[in-house]
């Protein structure tokens, strides 16, 4: 059973929007730091978003103001609400589950691609 599965990649206009998320079982979710990264081609993979188990949320430079990170404990899910996407957000997006020193999980990825 894998322990994260990520949704909602697609193909988008620039200027567009979309709602990422991300489905957790088989761990303590809501003891766990949830993050989204993401890794374009020949790039590092880098930190999008995250929700620490308390709620409190930080974001990578390049994307604020316009995406959203959020989680819902009751139904293990947490969400990355992506908007005025530009061609440089174009990457391969993981869901990450952490308990720091303890538990570190990753999804399987899911692409999204905005381009005209």
């Known amino acids: 059973q894998v322990p994260l599965v990520e949704s909602g990649g697609g193909l988008v206009q620039p200027g567009g929007s979309l709602r990422l998320s991300c489905a957790a079982s088989g761990i303590m979710f809501d003891s766990c730091d949830m993050a989204w990264y993401r890794q374009a081609p020949g790039k590092q993979r880098e930190l999008v978003a995250g929700?620490?188990?308390?709620?409190?949320?930080n974001y990578a430079d390049s994307v604020k103001g316009r995406f959203s990170i959020s989680r819902d404990n009751d139904r293990s899910l947490v969400y990355l609400q992506m908007s005025s996407l530009k061609p440089e957000d174009t990457a391969v997006y993981y869901c990450?589950?952490?308990?720091?020193?303890?538990?570190?999980?990753w999804g399987q990825g899911t692409q999204v691609t905005v381009s005209a």
């Open positions: 929700i620490e188990r308390w709620g409190i949320t």
């Open positions: 990450n589950a952490q308990i720091p020193g303890r538990v570190n999980y």
